[in-house]
DNA sequence: TTCGCATATACGGAATAGCATATATCAAAT
DNA sequence: ATTTGATATATGCTATTCCGTATATGCGAA
């Protein structure tokens, strides 16, 4: 896959659309529902930056169930992820400020139990 | 200096700001009319772009004569410094495709003459 | 001071991005 | 088949971004 420069900051321009992209980065890979929590930000607004997301290549989505789980995209070129990690990485406090429930994430259960839903 | 993912990343969002920013990451120090020149694009153009990246603090100015070279700002946290980087030396190619007479940086003479100024 | 070059800013219009609300799809459960 | 919860898309609007042209500023030379 390539992707230029401006095409990857683009993506990452947005207040929004950092936060998920870190936040799965960190997390291997979150569903929408816990993002919307995380983010607290309403649902439509999360699905279409994530459908931006998809759309860039940046995140690569996986359907199970009634869930859509997002990771990063596995051929996000190497100096992508690079980026992806440092900014992470030197941002946590950054990051955490708005991620609400996902803050406490050593002691969440089952992903299930993180969406509200049971079994 | 304190700087948030997003204020960065929108920074670099535009293919004329990476296309800077990278160029002198690269090469230290460029003055205006090296950048003009090597980008080929018009001077209120890259100005109003400058004038940006100051203004968010990522790019420092300093005046000599009738020059006034650009140089990422001293003071630029350490893991935007590693996103520059990183993009840089990955995108080597990119840069160059539209880096222009900047592309043979290795056999220009002096500064001076690179702006097409004598003494 | 006046000229010329390098650089910066102002202004108006065109294109783009982001948002909220409403609606559609799709899978599981009943 | 109907309902319910999860996720996606459409629509209409506002706000922001970017650009070209014109103009201003700052500095050095004459």
């Given at each position: 896959?390539?992707?230029?420069?401006?095409?990857?900051?683009?993506?990452l321009?947005?207040e929004?659309?950092?936060r998920?992209v870190?936040?799965?980065?960190?997390?291997?890979e979150?569903?929408?529902?816990?993002?919307?929590e995380?983010?607290?930000?309403?649902?439509?607004?999360i699905?279409?930056?994530?459908?931006q997301?998809?759309?860039?290549?940046?995140?690569?989505?996986?359907?199970?169930?009634?869930?859509?789980?997002?990771?990063l995209?596995?051929?996000?070129?190497?100096w992508?992820?690079?980026?992806?990690?440092?900014?992470?990485?030197?941002?946590?406090?950054?990051?955490?400020?708005?991620?609400?429930?996902l803050?406490?994430?050593?002691?969440?259960p089952?992903?299930?139990?993180r969406?509200g839903?049971?079994?």
């Amino acid at each position: 896959m390539t992707m230029s420069p401006p095409e990857l900051f683009k993506c990452l321009a947005d207040e929004t659309r950092v936060r998920i992209v870190l936040l799965v980065a960190r997390e291997s890979e979150l569903c929408v529902c816990e993002l919307t929590e995380a983010l607290e930000v309403s649902q439509p607004k999360i699905s279409r930056h994530l459908a931006q997301l998809r759309a860039c290549q940046l995140l690569e989505d996986r359907r199970q169930g009634q869930w859509v789980y997002y990771r990063l995209h596995p051929q996000l070129p190497e100096w992508a992820r690079a980026v992806v990690k440092v900014t992470g990485q030197a941002n946590t406090d950054w990051l955490m400020e708005t991620a609400g429930r996902l803050a406490q994430m050593g002691d969440r259960p089952t992903r299930v139990a993180r969406c509200g839903q049971l079994t």
